[in-house]
């Protein structure tokens, strides 16, 4: 697995702190990206949170997610949250060690009572102190918040910096950017009350037994009440490895509602997103398709990465993001001068370098600045590196109606559907049918087709997808 080391530098410990006017959490943040530019320890927020004990749970949720390796369990990950000031709301995100859950802690306008909210993202440090200390606020516990250091610690001199070395796998940038491109085509799917997510919640498995890490199941809302069945059914969403949802049961006595995202129920698996209703927040897992598998090898940001045409509105509309905390494509479209379907392909390779997020519950991308280089994530992808081989050794025509692609000894044909989706012969379309991203021999013919580098041309359809010429 490809790994790079990122240093995060913090002033001092996170920690919780008392004092006659009541507890204090101090988040400390690392390098980050602000409307300013760069900045070694940025400030985002400075005030009180409105439900103090649901926050420290919700946020002790997130930390414990990114600690956690589901899949084939190792020693614990230390990897801290990313977190992200909208201007009017903090969110804080991590990845599971495997990449196979996804976490995120959404605290709204009503949720905050302070100064103003920031804008950009960084890091923070949750060490395994303030994990304890967060486990013991209560609900009656007065709460103060700050993000960032405070006046003493940017005016002192000789403060102690502490230094955390973190090899972060490049999966992880895969990952963010494969769950905006799956949570955007979501829809809510159940909502249930509180005492009936505390009840289903904790009905389900902690360990690999009987409905172990490979197993896969459905729930389907049947009145008020969830249920589990081994198929699915219309309305029903996909639950596997229902142990990963396990980290949400700190947070259940403070809930007010659980809503389930998906997609429309289908015969093979798929990734769903789990979000438990707080007093002024939003806390949600985003579960992969199964235990074993990863987010990143998801491959639903290939066409966009594929897609040369995207690049520059990708550059254009880039400029224009300003860590809103909802991105409307129509409004980009405008100030741009692109279509929505351009500016929505653009959305999509930028959630490959990590700037773009997806909100199942608004139905919206956000902007957020993660610490990746632009093309790290097309760099790192296997199958986009070995279609661009394919390219580069001429291992592409049109015969007959059909792209022809050779590799080595053999060849394999490439074709349109009515609905102008790519499908292939080899062995890997035979297995995942498109349900995990286009295979390498699909990709070279997309590259071809942008690049002009096919005899018989390329066009686009309305939707901005390439499409070989002679080959509908």
């Not at 988040?27 to 927020?45: D, H, I, K, M």
């Not at 956000?366 to 760099?379: I, N, T, V, W």
């Amino acid at each position: 697995m490809t790994q790079a080391v990122q240093t995060y530098t913090y002033l001092r410990s996170s920690a919780v702190r008392n004092s006659s006017a009541g507890r204090s959490l101090t988040l400390e943040t690392s390098g980050g990206a602000t409307l300013t530019g760069a900045a070694a320890n940025p400030r985002f927020f400075h005030g009180f949170l409105t439900a103090p004990a649901a926050a420290a749970a919700a946020l002790l949720t997130v930390a414990s997610v990114a600690a956690t390796r589901y899949y084939q369990p190792l020693r614990p990950a230390s990897l801290d949250p990313v977190v992200t000031a909208n201007g009017d709301r903090l969110r804080f995100e991590s990845f599971s060690g495997c990449c196979g859950v996804y976490a995120r802690l959404d605290v709204l306008p009503e949720g905050l009572d302070g100064n103003n909210v920031g804008h950009g993202t960084t890091n923070v440090d949750v060490n395994h102190p303030l994990r304890e200390a967060l486990g013991l606020i209560g609900a009656t516990d007065p709460l103060h918040l700050a993000i960032g250091p405070d006046e003493l610690a940017v005016t002192t001199l000789d403060g102690r910096r502490v230094e955390k070395r973190v090899p972060l796998p490049d999966r992880w940038l895969r990952g963010f950017a494969e769950t905006q491109v799956l949570a955007a085509g979501f829809d809510l799917r159940i909502e249930v009350s509180a005492a009936e997510a505390v009840r289903f919640l904790r009905s389900l498995p902690r360990d690999s037994g009987r409905f172990g890490t490979r197993s896969t199941q459905w729930v389907v809302a049947a009145g008020r009440v969830l249920r589990r069945t081994s198929r699915p059914v219309p309305g029903a969403v996909c639950l596997s490895g229902p142990e990963r949802l396990a980290n949400l049961q700190r947070a259940l006595r403070h809930a007010l509602a659980l809503r389930v995202y998906g997609p429309p129920a289908g015969t093979s698996p798929t990734a769903a997103v789990w979000e438990v209703v707080l007093p002024g927040m939003r806390l949600s897992l985003m579960l992969s398709p199964d235990a074993a598998r990863g987010f990143s090898g998801e491959g639903g940001v290939l066409a966009a990465l594929a897609n040369e045409h995207a690049d520059s509105d990708a550059e254009l509309v880039s400029a224009l993001l300003a860590w809103e905390p909802r991105i409307d494509p129509a409004e980009l479209a405008e100030q741009a001068g692109l279509t929505t379907e351009r500016v929505r392909a653009a959305l999509t390779r930028l959630g490959a370098a990590g700037q773009i997020g997806y909100d199942t519950a608004e139905a919206a991308y956000f902007h957020r600045q993660l610490p990746y280089d632009s093309g790290r994530a097309e760099a790192q992808n296997p199958r986009l590196r070995a279609a661009r081989a394919l390219v580069a050794a001429g291992a592409v025509r049109l015969e007959g109606g059909g792209a022809l692609v050779t590799v080595d000894d053999h060849v394999q044909r490439v074709r349109v559907g009515p609905d102008g989706r790519l499908s292939c012969t080899c062995l890997w379309w035979a297995k995942y049918r498109g349900g995990r991203g286009p295979c390498k021999h699909a990709l070279a013919v997309s590259l071809c087709s942008n690049s002009g580098s096919v005899a018989d041309g390329r066009a686009e359809d309305g939707a901005g997808t390439t499409v070989v010429e002679g080959m509908r």
